[in-house]
């Protein structure tokens, strides 16, 4: 692959880790203590009383139901977008994981955090 496309490529993948990182703070904090996870914050039920509370703290509990997929897509996203950086520092990116082989310029271009070639992904 030459320098200039590896270039942009880690710049794309820089660019959109850090746009998923925007989009999981509004949700989720952080995980401290194991690397690139994060916990999705349950919204505490403030403990109002009343049938007005529990039905609030019914809908932080949907809402919260909705979120976890999101968070995890992201999570998982994040996870192959530093897996592809950490392999541009290895000079190892652009590589199938299973076959060897390397990956389509143009699949890279639109799929820069692909770990599997097309055939491979299948
Ligand atoms: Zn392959």
């Known amino acids: 692959m030459n320098k200039k496309l590896l270039k942009e490529l880690k710049e794309k993948l820089e660019q959109e ?8 703070k509004r949700f ?8 690139g996870d ?4 349950f919204p ?18 949907e809402e919260y139901s909705t979120l976890l997929p999101i968070e995890y897509a992201f999570e998982l996203k994040l996870r ?3 897996l592809a950086l950490e392999k541009i520092k290895k000079s190892k990116y652009g590589v ?3 076959c060897g082989k390397e990956i ?4 890279l271009k639109i799929y820069p955090e692909a770990r ?4 491979c992904k299948k």
């Open 17 to 24: 880790r850090a746009t998923i990182e925007e989009q999981l």
């Open 38 to 41: 994060w916990d999705t914050i």
């Open 116 to 119: 599997f070639c097309l055939k």
């Open 44 to 61: 505490k039920w403030n403990g109002e009383a009343g049938s007005a509370g529990l039905e609030k703290a019914a809908d932080e509990v």
């Open 96 to 98: 199938c994981e299973k």
């Open 80 to 82: 192959n977008i530093d």
């Open 28 to 35: 989720a904090k952080k995980d401290e203590k194991i690397k």
């Open 104 to 107: 389509d310029e143009r699949r």
